[in-house]
């Protein structure tokens, strides 16, 4: 059975920095793909950042190079670092993993077998 639990978020000022990360179990993070996704309040559910089983990454326009995703092979850990953050980037923040999904749909919702959670990240003007 596979377990996401995500943990690192917060609230935080606009311009500083939080890291998530996204201990898993049942699952092995290095060898098939995840992605971390948000959800602000009244707004869809949307892809953030994903690497898929060969470490090739994929961000939204967003996001990119803001935030990087990166994962601990060892401790079987997705990471999410965060920095610049925004208002807009407020929103509950969900690890992801998506089972044989290839890079192009890394960021896609529909494409996510097992989800986190959730962690909430704030980040104020």
């Known amino acids: 059975q596979v377990h996401l639990v995500e943990s690192g978020g917060g609230s935080v000022q606009a311009g500083g920095s939080l890291r998530l990360s996204c201990a898993a179990s049942g699952y092995t993070v290095s060898m098939d793909s995840m992605a971390w996704f948000r959800q602000a309040s009244g707004k869809e559910r949307e892809g953030v950042a994903g690497?898929?089983?060969?470490?090739?990454?994929k961000y939204a326009a967003s996001v990119k190079g803001r935030f990087v995703i990166s994962q601990d092979n060892v401790k079987n850990i997705l990471f999410l670092q965060m920095n610049s953050l925004k208002p807009e980037d407020t929103g509950m923040y969900y690890c992801?993993?998506?089972?044989?999904?290839?890079?192009?749909?890394?960021?896609?919702?529909?494409?996510?077998?097992?989800w986190g959670q959730g962690t909430q990240v704030t980040v104020s003007s």
């Open positions: 992801a993993a998506a089972p044989w999904v290839a890079r192009w749909r890394l960021l896609t919702p529909s494409a996510v077998g097992y």
């Open positions: 690497i898929d089983r060969d470490g090739r990454t």
